[in-house]
């Protein structure tokens, strides 16, 4: 039974201290611990020994039992050691890798100056009014006191759907189409797309945006109108510019003017951007004409009004000095990522 023993113990402690994972090692207890394992089937045995036998062969097997639970312990212990060795070397992370780079978005120059644009006239209480880019004959002209045949359709030929159906021309439909639905005072800027049957080159697009703005209430005056663009250009331009009115017509306004800003890359001395001049044009503007008023349902014996249009690109090109309004609509990144 001695030999049994020893056996079972040299056989169990090699076959522990083999090449084995934490499945084969249960099985080895198993094999040699369990109720059905070799030792305990010695064990069991041990009743057809002498009784002085008895406790020296017990004493031995308890020997070997503690024996091959110590190297199964200690067995596991390694196994697990290596397992957790072993994961770290998978899961290594080198942190000192440079990251991917997330590519995020920003808006486009022309939007960003329209953001700011809404933001000046917001901060002086307008609010934003929208229309339709494809429009009627009526709100695009009519209404805007440009009757069929009237010169004022010629430079601004746009687009047409039907007879009476057009692309908008200008985001001045927006004025009749706010004073039909809106009774004064009024207060709305309406950016927006707007479309002229123009060839493409340098300055003109058959494509643009402008920005309209209309302030209706009684009392209106074109000092009115000048003290709030001259707010509006110092706030977009700088403290230092200045503005100009020059005589001009437009059918909807009377009087009406196209306005300049003092240049601010010279500061009115003359340089390349202002082409010598000192100013540059940036909008058109004038006092709402009473006919104008009428036709929308506002009385212009009480009320009066004033409105001025100025075209997003030519605001963005002027700022960004960009030279190109083609730039705009061709989105070549190497373009659109300069803003
Ligand atoms: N709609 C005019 C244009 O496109 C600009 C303008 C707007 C002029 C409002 C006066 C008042 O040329």
Known sequence: MKETLNRIKAEALEQISSDIDDASLEALR??????????????????????????????????VRAEIEAAITAKKQELSVKALENKLIAEKLDVTVPGT???????????????????????????????????????????????ENHPARDTQDTFYITENILLRSQTSPVQARTM????????????????????MDATHSPLFHQMEGLVVDEGITMGDLKGMLET??????????????RPHHFPFTEPSAEVDISCFACGG??????????????????????????????????YSGFAFGLGLERVTMLKYHIDDIRMFYENDIRFIEQF
């Open 232 to 245: 509006f250009a110092k706030a977009e331009f700088g403290e230092d510019t200045r503005i100009r009115f």
């Open 269 to 302: 001395k003359g340089c390349r951007l202002c082409k010598g001049e000192g100013w540059i044009e940036i909008l058109g503007a004038g006092m709402v004409h009473p006919n104008v008023l009428s036709m929308c349902g506002i009385d212009p014996e009480k």
């Open 180 to 199: 039909e639905v809106q009774k004064p005072p009024i207060r709305i800027i309406s950016p927006g797309r707007v479309y002229r049957s123009d060839a």
């Open 30 to 63: 198993v094999k040699y611990l369990g109720k059905k394992g070799e030792l305990t089937a010695v064990l069991r045995g041990m009743g057809q020994l002498s009784p002085e036998e008895r406790p020296i062969v017990g004493q031995i097997a308890n020997e």
């Open 101 to 147: 780079k997330k590519k995020v978005g920003h808006r486009h120059p022309l939007t960003l100056v329209q953001r700011d644009l809404e933001d000046i006239f917001m901060g002086m209480g307008f609010s934003i009014a929208e229309g339709p880019e494809v429009e009627y004959d009526y709100y695009n002209f009519k209404a805007l006191n440009i009757p």
